[in-house]
């Protein structure tokens, strides 16, 4: 056995136990010094000087004194909201948003400014994204939470702070990152929207498996685009060059008409919003779900048509990835209670299962990736309290 | 800092630092002891004394010595090959197999009995594997080769030492690991055949990506099923029910007939072994391969049929999973020179890729799952010794 003491394993060690300490505030608080030894398998001293650090970071606070098992009072634990703050960004096709969510993941300012993005120069549209930031940060600023950094969701590939190529913006080797970090003075990391709309639906989203939270699942993003998002033990995977979870671009009609992608017969090009809209004859989601709460023929036949192709590419995703669930966000969130039934029975023409396969549906909606962007920035906080530390002014 | 000295944790430790030494040594060997002190971090006494423990186990041997950096000889340290062996045993739809590899992986025995077992009782085809796992365990004796435990690859679903499903050989709940344990007195696992041709496709396939062993691929196995094993940082991925990697029913065909699974449009019922020699109008595999190396026009067409189905299956592996390759193994591999084109154009036109993607063909064919099921055995002798020690009589 060999145990070596240089100051760098002392620093390494220190690191991973403020993280280990923070996690299990994160996960349990309120709780106790005493209950956080017994669950990290630290020493009750090493807890207490680990916790004096993390509440003089201001990333614990202390509540009011809680009965121990034994019935004495010992003051409890929890994350201070205040202590770090994470600001998430979106740029999508038809729309930007900002959130700033504290450290315990709640928002604390949200705003969606609506507008076709794809006919405008990159230039403008990343312009606005800084306004949007800016006022976002002052608005943290204001509430007094300390933003730690910010991360951006992208309708696209997102490869060390360039968007690679977003399709449906017509964007291609972007180096928004930069911009933004320009912009805002904040540390700025992009991801795909489909990604963080998958993590923020599993933080945020409220979905269990077997009485754990859901950590193993399938997101589909409907937006102008079809995305998805795959999670797999509570990680999100991303294949070997950072493309997986290409939803929308499953084959779902092998001999259907070209996508936009170069390919032929994907679920993008089938179920997209704008041949939704098209075969609903009608403008707008908005259009599209009232003439469905009306029974419009029209609007119902392209829904279920939608959820019929829907069917087809989520059979082909349970037969490869055996997920615990899939999860229904976007613009197939809005559009379930038309659409659900004819996805489910296309899964099981498709994959002939007995028991039809768990299909939820998002409640977070079309904020579910701003959500998850904010949220991966105070995650990154508590995974790593030192790093956190560290760069601190 | 927290250093606790209990015994559970130096016996745990140990194990571990065992698991480091012959790792290195089964990586890089053969290699000198103060070389494995260097890449492991562990101190030269510490070394010594692993080493010590695991020569008079019998797994490291010492080569002759080699000069070192510094012209002083060294003793090189490698695997002994006979320190421990690993049985592979196979039933299939047509065959069953079993083969013996030494610590090094090298196949010391190889047997394939051809036979269809699909209309014979399970206790007959379940006493002919037995039969079939002595004599390669007698073999084993006779070569001085310890056998360290078995694992059966299975066409089907295995939990838990029992085949839960195997739709072509038309099993469901067969307690086949005790079955083979009382035949042989081994310790028995069972596994996937299509993710143990994975790994066996990975351990001993030869193939590399970017100049390092292949790590994120999917393996395609063509027997008379169709079967996939996704590979992800170089483990088997699994999904949550164990039942991720099913290739052969993605869907190709969505208004096609029904397939076996009792889906619909599978790929395994539009390009599987059965329906290729159908419209080749011939009923063996050596028969096909005979027409088509003579240029029979309706073999050749059956056979790239067949290609642009499975083109339209992995377009859609390629999207969701974004695999830095793809394995043809089994029938696929014996198929290839006829196969490929058909399925490389039909990837082409679905995905939209300008780059064709990595399209490999399998070295090993048929022998890929056995070899994997004998390499996982000796695998996980190195991967824990300590374990395998305290197993031994």
Redesign the interface.
């Given at each position: 056995?060999?145990?070596?003491t240089e100051p760098s394993q002392?620093a390494g060690?220190?690191a991973s136990?403020l993280a280990l300490v923070l996690g299990e505030v994160a996960r349990t608080g309120p709780v106790s010094r005493a209950r956080v030894a017994v669950h990290t398998g630290?020493?009750k001293s090493?807890v207490s000087g680990l916790v004096t650090d993390l509440i003089s970071a201001g990333l614990i606070g202390e509540s009011a004194p809680a009965a121990t098992e034994r019935g004495r009072p010992a003051t409890a634990l929890t994350l201070a909201p205040g202590g770090a703050a994470g600001l998430g960004l979106e740029i999508n096709v038809d729309y930007l948003a900002a959130m700033v969510t504290d450290l315990t993941g709640a928002p604390r300012y949200h705003h969606v400014v609506s507008r076709d993005n794809r006919d405008r120069e990159v230039d403008e549209v990343v312009a606005d994204l800084i306004e949007v930031a800016r006022t976002a940060a002052a608005s943290a600023t204001s509430q007094g939470l300390p933003l730690a950094a910010a991360c951006v969701a992208v309708p696209g590939l997102a490869v060390d702070g360039i968007v690679v190529r977003a399709p449906n913006l017509g964007w291609a080797h972007v180096d928004l990152a930069a911009a933004i970090h320009e912009g805002t003075g904040l540390e700025v990391d992009l991801e795909n929207e489909a990604n963080l709309a998958a993590l923020g639906e599993m933080w945020f989203g409220g979905h269990e498996?077997e009485g754990a939270p859901l950590r193993?699942f399938v997101h589909v993003s409907g937006e102008i685009g079809i995305g998805?998002g795959?999670v797999?033990g509570g990680e999100v995977?991303?294949?070997?060059?950072?493309?997986?979870?290409?939803?929308g671009?499953?084959?779902?009609?092998?001999d259907g008409p070209?996508?936009g992608?170069?390919?032929?017969?994907?679920l993008e090009r089938m179920a997209g919003q704008q041949e939704i809209l098209a075969r609903a004859q009608v403008a707008t989601m908005a259009e599209l779900t009232q003439a469905c709460e009306a029974g419009d023929r029209a609007a119902l036949d392209a829904v279920a048509d939608a959820g019929r192709h829907l069917g087809?590419?989520l059979?082909?995703?349970l037969?490869?990835?055996?997920?615990?669930a899939i999860v229904l966000g976007g613009a197939f969130a809005t559009l379930a209670p038309w659409l659900t039934t004819a996805t489910a029975a296309s899964i099981s023409?498709?994959?002939?299962?007995?028991e039809p396969p768990r299909l939820l549906v998002s409640g977070l909606g079309s904020d579910a990736a701003v959500r998850g962007a904010a949220g991966t920035v105070v995650r990154r906080v508590i995974a790593d309290p030192a790093a956190h530390l560290a760069r601190r002014p």
């Open positions: 056995m060999t145990v070596r002392h060690m220190r136990n630290l020493t090493s498996h193993d998805g795959i797999v995977f991303r294949g070997a060059h950072a493309g997986a979870g290409e939803l671009h499953v084959v779902v009609a092998p070209r996508c992608c170069g390919g032929h017969g994907c087809v590419a059979s082909s995703v037969t490869l990835l055996d997920p615990a023409h498709h994959t002939g299962a007995a």
